[in-house]
């Protein structure tokens, strides 16, 4: 479809139901096709021809608030705004359950009800019915008017109802009475319903959902942290040069054509060419290489990667919103816009389960009177059903589940985000895994040393980490690392891209690539050990050679190290049914080595972000399910593209905030326990809903006889409440293999 691609942010969702009106009313004007994403509040619209603001009145015509987003900039500092709506509900939660505590101890104490207590119990319960359910009548209010019914409904029709009882058995019956006890009886005459009260099923109701609530928008508000976590990777100071003179600028501040310095250890501030100097930048967080890039004059650098090396000069070409890590933060964007909508399964249900409450509630009433059985029997029929019907276990059904699945996960080293995650994990076929941080340690080491002929291995490692000793290149520290009783060097120096020298016992020991010593040196490498060297190289390591006296001594092999517990993580994922695929921006010798190691068959190299994120939506057009594993920035928007985001806790913040799944330990063998945990969780969300609706809908038919009184449908919904919170209190059991 030709025409504008636009984002909008929505406010004043509260459940799935909410987002498939707004499409709906977006998708009806002409030229429009429009997707709603409950979870991170955004709408992903391409028109033909239709203004934004046609776009923006649809919106709000549905009864919600819309506002383009504004495209991510990694050269604007902003902290996020402070969360209203959160710290509204937090409000709510902590005053409602402070005033309902005493209603419920009250209610259902029967020693603690002293003269007149009733309506200590109404004081209390007036502000929570008012002030404390307003977001559930807003919302119901909202709903009516365009003639629908979600959990809002019925929650707000459920604690107006009890409440509006409990008024009129006061002021009308004989509930207000000095001396009133609360008695229950299980089946009684429906004229007793006069001298009930019904208070605490208004307050503790309120208190339960908005609890609920609070932790839902808590969790859905995480979805925005994965683009400023990578934005704030961006340099916020640069040094500027001008006419020969250095200051510091904010980076924000630059424009194409500027000349910037960078020394070691300094982000590059934006994308640029190098116009002067040579050293090596740590680019992993772009491509996933653990091997810093050798650049000189000329290069093409990325803003946001690290100067490892010698000192540059870089001249400006990209700022802003066109620079490479701008880039990455709108695909991440567009991959969880585009991310298929999670809908809860609560209000899946609610869809038909609610208006069908309220009818039943309906013709209870009107069949009473039409029998002639008087208004306060068809009255007490009609709040009973809606009372029996009223959510309190249903509410609690997802959260508590989320909660003690999330406490166990945390206890064995894994984050679950929130009940959206679950849904997908019980599908997934095919595990997608990132090389660098994730299969491997991400750390460069010595893998090897190949002595010449007559050579000692310990020696040649003695002497060239010697040698290595001033430099600052991962490599060299590397092999620094390896041989902690090194003798002293003098005279060193460094040649960019090629190795170092170095006066080590008065011998001149030099250490670099091959094709540098026989260019600048002109040593030879003997036969045997070149063919080492080849074959070392051809499996993705860096090999340095080493030499002193005018001969070559040996080479040293240094790679990016396997995780000792990386084949038996790949083998119980196996055993759960599920493909491994390994992608990375790694070598192609590199990668198949690697994948060959540890059991992985599916090996795909040389993959850049954007091509993570194709390879990831060409396997879920194929029909497979694809649950992701990373720890890079570069691995964020494949991360948030996949049915299943799983991000490594040793990695990046960008990426373990576009993840569903964190593994907080870095040990992937978590990985297959995360899955098996959040295929738990998700079961017992099932089974709770399942049990919930089956109290009510069971206890449906006796209210609406009304042979059940209000009590007993406030009985049976505790009873239900108990069960549900009891059934996911077995999550605590939940053991995974790792010891």
């Not at 009250?106 to 119990?121: D, E, G, R, V």
């Not at 809908?343 to 039409?370: E, K, N, T």
């Not at 590397?478 to 120096?493: N, S, W, Y």
């Not at 599916?602 to 720890?631: C, F, H």
């Amino acid at each position: 479809m030709s025409g504008i691609d636009v984002e909008l942010d929505i406010a004043g969702m509260t459940c799935a139901s909410c987002a498939t009106r707004i499409e709906r009313k977006l998708n009806k004007l002409p030229g429009v096709e429009a997707t709603v994403n409950f979870a991170t509040e955004k709408a992903r619209v391409l028109a033909d021809d239709v203004p934004v603001d046609d776009l923006l009145a649809a919106v709000e015509a549905a009864g919600y608030r819309a506002a383009v987003v504004r495209p991510p900039d990694p050269a604007v500092d902003e902290a996020p705004p402070r969360d209203e709506e959160l710290a509204s509900l937090r409000r709510r939660l902590l005053v409602t359950a402070a005033l309902a505590v005493p209603v419920g101890v009250l209610s259902m104490i029967p020693a603690l009800q002293f003269p007149n207590w009733q309506w200590l119990a109404l004081t209390l319960t007036a502000p929570i019915v008012v002030w404390g359910a307003w977001p559930f009548h807003r919302a119901a209010a909202i709903n009516a008017r365009h003639g629908a019914a979600t959990m809002d409904t019925l929650i707000s029709v459920g604690v107006l109802a009890a409440f509006g009882w409990s008024l009129y058995a006061l002021f009308f019956g004989t509930a207000g009475m000095p001396g009133m006890r609360m008695t229950v009886q299980f089946l009684g005459t429906p004229a007793a319903g006069g001298s009930e009260l019904y208070l605490e099923v208004a307050a503790l109701v309120t208190v339960l959902i908005l609890l609920g609530r609070y932790l839902e928008t808590r969790a859905k508000r995480r979805a925005g942290d994965a683009l400023r976590a990578l934005l704030e990777l961006g340099a916020k100071d640069a040094v500027l040069l001008r006419d020969g003179v250095e200051s510091s600028v904010r980076a924000d501040r630059l424009v194409p054509g500027d000349l910037v310095v960078v020394r070691p250890g300094e982000k590059i501030p934006s994308d640029g060419i190098v116009a002067e100097g040579a050293s090596a930048v740590d680019e992993s967080m772009l491509t996933g290489e653990s091997i810093p890039v050798e650049v000189g004059e000329g290069a093409r650098v990325t803003g946001a990667t690290v100067n490892v090396g010698g000192r540059l000069v870089v001249r400006i070409t990209r700022v802003g919103a066109d620079t490479e890590l701008a880039r990455m933060a709108r695909l991440v964007a567009e991959a969880q816009t585009g991310k298929a909508r999670v809908q809860r399964l609560a209000d899946r249900v609610s869809a038909v389960f609610v208006p069908v409450v309220i009818g039943l509630a309906v013709v209870a009433f009107a069949g009473w009177m039409i029998a002639g059985a008087g208004p306060e029997v068809a009255f007490t029929a009609a709040v009973t059903t809606l009372i029996i019907a009223c959510p309190c276990a249903l509410g609690l059904a997802t959260p508590t589940a989320l909660l003690v699945g999330t406490g166990r996960g945390a206890q064995l080293g894994i984050l679950i985000r929130g009940p959206q995650v679950l849904e997908q994990t019980r599908r997934i076929d095919t595990v997608v895994l990132d090389k660098t941080g994730t299969i491997t340690t991400g750390a460069m080491a010595v893998g090897g040393v190949s002595p010449a002929p007559g050579e000692d291995a310990d020696e040649l490692l003695r002497m060239a980490a010697a040698a290595e000793d001033g430099s600052e290149h991962p490599i060299g520290r590397a092999i620094v690392a390896a041989a902690p009783d090194r003798p002293a060097a003098e005279a060193f120096a460094a040649h960019a891209g090629a190795g170092v020298q170095a006066i080590v016992a008065g011998r001149l020991v030099v250490a670099g690539r091959a094709e540098w010593l026989r260019e600048q040196w002109a040593l030879a490498v003997p036969a045997e050990l070149a063919e080492t060297i080849e074959r070392d190289e051809a499996g993705g390591a860096t090999v340095i050679v080493v030499a002193w006296d005018g001969l070559v001594r040996g080479a040293i092999r240094v790679a990016d190290t396997v995780k000792p517990t990386s084949a038996e993580a790949i083998a119980r994922l196996t055993r759960l049914g599920l493909t491994p695929v390994l992608l990375t921006g790694d070598n192609p010798g590199a990668a198949h080595a690697v994948g060959a190691s540890v059991g992985i068959h599916d090996v795909r190299a040389r993959v850049t972000p954007a091509g993570k994120l194709a390879a990831i939506r060409q396997l879920q057009a194929e029909g497979r399910v694809v649950a992701m594993v990373g720890d890079g920035v570069n691995d964020a928007a494949a991360l948030a593209a996949a049915d299943l985001g799983i991000a490594m806790g040793t990695g990046t913040d960008a990426a373990m905030t576009a993840s569903d799944l964190t593994i907080v330990s870095g040990d992937l063998r978590l990985v297959a326990d995360a899955i098996r945990l959040a295929r738990r969780t998700l079961g017992t969300i099932k089974g709770n809903l399942f049990w919930a609706f089956a109290y009510n809908v069971a206890a449906i038919p006796v209210a609406m006889l009304a042979l059940l009184n209000p009590i007993l449908a406030a009985a049976a919904m505790a009873f239900s409440s108990v069960f549900v919170v009891g059934n996911s209190l077995r999550l605590r059991r939940f053991r995974g293999e790792v010891s």
